[in-house]
């Protein structure tokens, strides 16, 4: 089992900036093998694709979020960031991590983050 834990997520203004944290425990993985990815959803909308990271630190970005978004991991931590910059009220969503480990997907819960105008 993996347990995949958000945290970090709140209400800030637009061109503000917030840090997720995604936790991973559990037993049977390690974390340093694990491509890990956040995804968010908007109400009314589908989850999409926000950033990823490779178990060897190579990193992918949505369009909408590139240049303002960063995406980075902790190992010894098993946990993943997301440094946000620069946000705006379409950046508002739920925020999931995800990560695909033994032929399935595993998510954690998500966290709310709320750009006001």
């Known amino acids: 089992q993996v347990q995949l834990v958000e945290s970090g997520g709140g209400l800030v203004q637009a061109g503000g900036s917030l840090r997720l944290s995604c936790a991973a425990s559990?037993?049977?993985?390690?974390?340093?093998?694990?491509?890990m990815g956040w995804y968010r959803q908007a109400p009314g909308k589908q989850r999409d694709l926000v950033a990823t990271i490779t178990s060897d630190g190579i990193t992918n970005y949505a369009n909408s979020v590139k240049g303002r978004f960063t995406i980075s991991r902790d190992n010894a931590k098993n946990t993943v960031y997301l440094q946000m910059n620069s946000l705006k009220p379409e950046d508002t969503a739920v925020y999931y991590c995800?990560?695909?480990?033994?032929?399935?997907?595993?998510w954690g819960p998500g966290t709310q983050v709320t750009v006001s105008s």
């Open positions: 559990g037993s049977g993985f390690s974390f340093n093998a694990m491509a």
């Open positions: 995800n990560t695909n480990l033994w032929r399935r997907t595993w």
